[in-house]
T-cell receptor, first 111, second 114 residues
Framework: GQGVEQPAKLMSVEGTFARVNCTYS??????LSWYQQREGQAPVFLSY????GLKDSGHFSTFLSRSNGYSYLLLTELQIKDSASYLC????????????FGSGTKLTVEP | EAAVTQSPRNKVTVTGGNVTLSCRQT?????MYWYRQDTGHGLRLIHY???????QIGDVPDGYKATRTTQEDFFLLLELASPSQTSLYFC?????????????FGHGTKLSVL
């Protein structure tokens, strides 16, 4: 089966950082993506990783460890507007044209 | 920027009603998807298609039919709607691994079944 797990909620403070975790257990692996979703809106693509290690994209970075089935999205210098849900999605091995999503982590950034 | 348009934005129907959700993409993508999103479950795949006339079953297909009439148009049909199908429905298109690594989503359709 395809299992993608994320914590439901996360809180942090403006100007600091937040790390959104994702663990997965899928039959095969062809990459992991992160999406941002604001309340009542469609998910928006942020990042895609397929190789182990850290990928820096400026305001946020993404890390992947394939051997541990683990990824995180790191947001730095948080702003209030970063408050949103962050979705982790895995491309499976048997059908790499399908994404399996976690239930999302709702990040609240407080002043 | 890739475009995916869903209609209607909101729909209210009664139990046993017949509902059709529409999706059109102008991205020339081969793949189109229907997801539903519910609190605590995230996005769950209902059906998807890799071209006109093709249909693939997703993870939660019960109670849903779908039809891909053209490369651009993908429809989701609820022939006997039930309250458990009250949800936010998203359509998406992509060519994963060919030209990009992302799904492009429509703005969603909020369906309420009374």
């Amino acid at each position: 089966g395809q299992g993608v797990e994320q914590p439901a909620k996360l809180m942090s403070v403006e100007g600091t950082f937040a790390r959104v975790n994702c663990t997965y257990s899928t039959s095969g692996f062809n990459g992991l993506s992160w999406y941002q979703q604001r309340e009542g809106q469609a998910p928006v693509f942020l990042s895609y990783v397929v190789l182990d290690g850290l990928k820096d994209s400026g305001h946020f970075s993404t890390f992947l460890s394939r051997s541990n089935g683990y990824s995180y999205l790191l947001l730095t210098e948080l702003q209030i507007k970063d408050s949103a849900s962050y979705l982790c999605a895995v491309r499976g091995g048997s059908n790499y044209n399908v994404l399996y999503f976690g239930s999302g982590t709702k990040l609240t950034v407080e002043p | 920027e890739a475009a995916v348009t869903q209609s209607p934005r909101n729909k209210v129907t009664v139990t046993g009603g017949n509902v059709t959700l529409s999706c059109r993409q102008t991205n020339s993508h081969n793949y189109m998807y229907w997801y539903r999103q519910d609190t605590g479950h995230g996005l769950r795949l209902i059906h998807y298609s890799y071209g006109a006339g093709n249909l693939q079953i997703g993870d939660v297909p019960d109670g849903y039919k779908a039809t891909r009439t053209t490369q651009e148009d993908f429809f989701l049909l609820l022939e006997l709607a039930s309250p458990s199908q009250t949800s936010l429905y998203f359509c998406a298109s992509s060519d994963l691994g060919i030209s990009n690594e992302r799904l492009f989503f429509g703005h969603g359709t909020k369906l309420s079944v009374l």
